[in-house]
Every structure is written in C-alpha cells, then in structure tokens.
C-alpha cells in the first residue's frame, strides 16, 4: 500500500465509528438546524479530539451554514478545512510523508541530537528504531545511545535494532548515569560525524518527579556537550489513551522541553482524534505517526492527509 493507504488504513477504527455517528448527518435539502449541529458534535468527541476543537468546528457551522439548506460538499470542505487549521497551527505548515526529515528541527551544522521520551509501555523504543530506519534508509549516517541503562531488555533490544538497521550504537553498564551515556552519544556522534544521534531514555510516569528530574539533567548535559542540541526533544504518545495523553504530555513538556511528538499505535485505537486535541492544547505538532507494527510503519505526519483520509468518505 502507499503511504495515504497506510494512513487510511490505521485510521480505520477511528472512521468506522465517527462514519456511523455522522455519515448521513447532513442531507442535501434538509436545513441545518442545532439538532444536527449538536449531533455532530457528540460524533467529533466520540473521536477524542476534545471539546475545544469539537465546539470550533460546529460553531463555524453555525455561522457559515445555521439555518440554511444544506449542502454536504460545503459542509465537509469547511470540517476538513477547519481541522486542517488547528493541526497546522500558526506556522501553517505540512509536510509530505515522502519527506521523511523534513519535520525535524536540524542542526546548522554538525551532528542533529535527537532525545526521545515517554512513560512505559507506548512503543518507544520501537519508535526509535522506526525512526532511525526512516533516516537511515533516506541515505543519513545514525547513531543510537541506550541510555535506558536500567533495564537490560530496552539495550539489548535496541543493540538488536541497530545491527538490523545498521546502524552505530553507544551503551554502557546496567545502572550506568543515563546523563554519561547521552555525553558518550555526542561525544561518538560528533568524533564519527553522523548526521542524527538519537538518545533513547527510560520509561517513566510523568508523575515520578525524581525520573523527571532525571530527564531535565539528560537534557542539560546534552546541550554542555553540543551547543543547541537536543535540537529535537520528541515525545512518544500512545494513541490508544486518548486524552490521557494530554496530560503526559504536559509534564514531559516542562521537563524535556517537548518539540514533537510521535504517536503510536493509531492503527489499534478510534480515538485518532486526539492528534488534534494535543496540537490545540499543547501546541506541540505531531510529526511521526506509528501506523503499524513493522520497521517500516512509521510515516511523517501530515495534516493534509490526516484530514482526507479521516473524512474521505464523506
């Protein structure tokens, strides 16, 4: 499949069930009146894209449509193009999934450091190696430091990824300072000239203020070593939690200053809608999205197709 397909297809769930609460809401020639309106409002939130954005969407309804006779295309172009406008937010740029780097923030020169978080259990480590395997196979030198140092699993799964991808990788003892092997990742990436050095962290619940301080230190001495870096501090959400993830995302935010977030799982969840609740309340952008279990399934978010293909068939 290509790349709309894929997204389509992980958004399947999402589209099933706001397709059968809204699908045949508005009738060319009926009027739409606030019966409809408030209909349609409950089929956005069944999506978990939150009130705010729900509330936006049908008062602009209202406005432009309220007590008129309805025209469907005019209906779902001003939905999509609403939508658009909050996951774009004031930058009011997309990008391309056939441009795989071109979310990144990027170094001006010398190695672009990468620091990747999350609480356990979303995929992240997965993700790091998804996203090492998208760099890597549009032609960039990368370089992988496990800096989750207390548990054995996470190091040797991601060693397992980098010889897969093939890749360099900086590890180092169990219960090692995770701060040492971020210093040793910059250090490697600078002496080996890579073009990305990604620095994977323990998993931890924003609620554990000592790992958060933990990762507010990984993020200090990151920057010591290389002046601006990290350059990209992403955040990895599970899909499938919804507005929960809001509030991991708030707290991560305030401790690994958050640039992006890469959001799993979208294939197993119909609450797809959340991507547009974190980009209006936290105004971090979702720049990677996991669309399935494979290496190759993760894919440059674009907000252009997350709307087309989430109202495609409306």
Not at 275 to 292: F, L, T
Request: glycine share 10%; net charge neutral; with cysteine.
């Amino acid at each position: 499949m290509g790349l709309f397909d894929n997204l389509k297809s992980a958004l399947k769930k999402t589209k099933d069930i706001l397709r059968s609460d809204v699908r045949d809401l508005f009738k060319s020639g009926e009027i739409l009146d606030e019966a409809k309106l408030e209909e349609f409002y409950r089929g956005l939130i069944t999506t978990d894209m939150g009130v705010v954005a729900a509330t936006e969407v049908v008062d602009s309804l209202r406005t432009e449509f309220g007590g008129r006779t309805v025209d469907p295309k005019k209906i779902w172009e001003l939905v999509r193009s609403k939508l658009r406008e909050i996951l774009v937010g004031e930058s009011g740029k997309t990008w391309s999934p056939e441009q795989p780097i071109s979310p990144l923030n990027v170094a001006s020169q010398g190695p672009t450091v990468i620091l990747v978080s999350g609480v356990n259990g979303v995929g992240k480590t997965t993700s790091i190696a998804k996203l090492a395997n998208l760099l890597h196979r549009s032609g960039k030198k990368v370089l992988l430091a496990a800096g989750d140092t207390f548990r054995a699993a996470a190091v040797d799964q991601l060693t397992m990824w980098s010889q897969r991808i093939g890749c360099d990788i900086v590890t180092k003892p169990p219960q090692s300072d995770p701060a040492s092997v971020a210093f040793e990742g910059c250090d490697q990436a600078i002496a080996k000239q890579v073009d990305f050095a990604i620095i994977d962290t323990a998993g931890r619940l924003q609620t554990q203020q000592n790992l958060m301080s933990e990762l507010e230190k990984i993020h200090r001495v990151i920057g010591k070593r290389i002046e601006g870096a990290p350059h990209e501090s992403l955040l990895v959400l599970d899909a499938t939690t919804g507005q929960n993830g809001i509030s991991q995302a708030a707290k991560f935010s305030e401790a690994a200053g958050c640039t992006g977030i890469i959001l799993t799982k979208l294939d197993g969840t119909a609450k797809g809608g959340v991507v547009i609740a974190i980009r209006q309340k936290m105004g971090i952008p979702v720049k990677y999205i996991g669309v399935g279990e494979k290496v190759d399934d993760l894919q440059v978010f674009s907000a252009d197709d997350f709307v087309n293909a989430l109202f495609e068939e409306m």
